[in-house]
């Protein structure tokens, strides 16, 4: 069975600085998401890429940028992180063709000191 | 734009009696999928049941939802809560039919069951 791995796990961060989460998933999916997890918001889309070099801003995108160097691999850039900040940072992927549904990393924990 | 609508924040019940968690959504696609996903605490959200076909009941793990389309709503119920339910469900909308793509996610609905 394949597996998508965020990496790392917990990432504490200081303000103001520069923070990137990587994602890699071995299910041969073409698109890839990062999604934001915030307390009584849901999860809002960050960026998402169909394919290998592909970069679709969602509505969250602003703070963020997004890089897909490969097909199996998504890595997400906080360009200033913001003190106090905490969320968690979701990878997910899923095929192009046909009718399913993402399937999810574990996340990524972040806290700004 | 298309949006999803969990009205309750956090639901709290009592071992054994039903559940019921609301979602209702917008879109301007006739053919959209509405899903449920299930987030346990420190492990990935994962899909529990989908839904493409007007009135037409899907059922998962002892969970149950019909899409309406006339009342735009996919509620998630089940005929008797357990303690291992006590989890975060998201309701969530796809933007496209054919292919899925960007979803669009609920707040969110925190279930604990109690004994």
């Known amino acids: 069975g394949g597996i998508i791995t965020q990496t790392p796990k917990f990432l504490i961060g200081q303000e103001g600085q520069k923070l990137t989460l990587k994602c890699q998933q071995n299910?041969?999916?073409?698109?890839m998401y990062w999604y934001r997890q915030d307390s009584g918001k849901g999860l809002r889309l960050i960026y998402y890429?169909?394919?290998?070099?592909?970069?679709q801003k969602g509505d969250l995108s602003e703070g963020y940028d997004a890089s897909r160097e490969k097909k199996s691999s998504f890595s997400l850039t906080v360009t200033s992180a913001q003190k106090n900040e905490m969320a968690v940072f979701l990878c997910?992927?899923?095929?192009?063709?046909?009718?399913?549904?993402?399937?999810f990393g574990e996340g990524t924990r972040l806290s700004v000191l | 734009g298309d949006s999803v609508t969990q009205t309750e924040g956090l639901v709290t019940l009592t071992e054994g009696l039903p559940v019921m968690l609301n979602c209702t959504y917008q879109?301007?696609?006739?053919?959209?999928?509405l899903f449920w996903y299930v987030h346990y605490l420190n492990e990935s959200p994962w899909l529990l049941l989908r839904s493409s076909t007007d009135n037409k009941r899907t059922e998962h793990q002892g969970f149950h939802a019909t899409l309406h389309k006339s009342s735009s709503s996919f509620h998630l119920q089940k005929s008797s809560a357990q303690l291992s339910d006590s989890a975060l469900y998201y309701c969530a909308l796809s933007e496209r039919g054919s292919a899925l793509g960007r979803l669009h996610f609920g707040a969110g609905t925190q279930l604990i069951v109690i004994p």
């Open positions: 879109t301007i696609y006739s053919n959209a999928f």
């Open positions: 299910f041969n999916h073409d698109t």
């Open positions: 890429s169909i394919t290998e070099n592909d970069l």
């Open positions: 997910a992927s899923s095929p192009d063709r046909g009718n399913q549904a993402p399937l």
